[in-house]
């Protein structure tokens, strides 16, 4: 009886081993990411004003994916141990949607899709985590949370440049700008 007990008990350690096994090779990233970002200089923008002659700057995806970057790398580490290793947005209009490499504790890399939703809300603009997914399945809100990330755009303006209004297209946004702040 006693050794039919350690067959079974043996059994169900090697199979939920496996199981284990099987889920953390299905949650690993198929990609490989980072968190290195440009500085975006302000001196090409006002170049952009000139050269269109509006009072308007167009940040593209690829800007957009340094400015959150810098942020991401800034706030790398997570609540319940997970930690932000790389990451690729992609702008859909007023929404962000990020491929990310995170690390839970320290051990198990895990690649996921945090979607965020773009607001103005004078002076900044506001990057607001939605949810969070790994592959095709919801994580819990309260496993994955971030704050909202804000921009203060003004600050990267020259003093006599304000914000007017800022508009999301698919695949840019559109800063308008208003003389004197």
């Known amino acids: 009886m006693l050794k039919k ?34 500085e975006i200089t302000v001196s090409s923008k006002i170049a952009d004003i000139v050269k269109n002659r509006k009072l308007e700057v167009q940040l593209t995806e690829q800007d957009l994916n ?12 997570l609540p319940n141990d997970f930690r932000i290793e790389g990451a690729k947005l992609t702008l859909q ?7 990310v490499n ?3 504790r320290e051990k198990i890399p895990i690649g996921a899709q945090m979607m965020f939703t773009l607001a103005w809300n004078p002076p900044n603009l506001v990057v607001q985590h939605r949810n969070t997914s790994i592959k095709g399945m919801q994580v819990p809100s309260e496993w994955v949370q971030l704050a909202p990330i804000e921009l203060p755009i003004e600050d990267h303006l020259p003093k006599l440049i ?9 695949k840019a946004i559109i800063i308008q700008l208003k003389p004197l702040r």
């Open 102 to 104: 995170v690390r839970w």
């Open 162 to 170: 304000g914000v007017k209004n800022v508009l999301f297209e698919e």
């Open 66 to 77: 340094d400015v959150v970057k810098k942020q991401l790398s800034a706030h790398q580490v």
């Open 5 to 38: 007990f350690f067959i079974f008990a043996i059994v169900v350690v090697i199979i939920l081993t496996a199981a284990l096994a099987i889920a953390v090779r299905h949650v690993r990233p198929t990609e490989t990411l980072n968190l290195e970002y440009k």
């Open 93 to 99: 209009g007023s929404n962000l949607v990020a491929d």
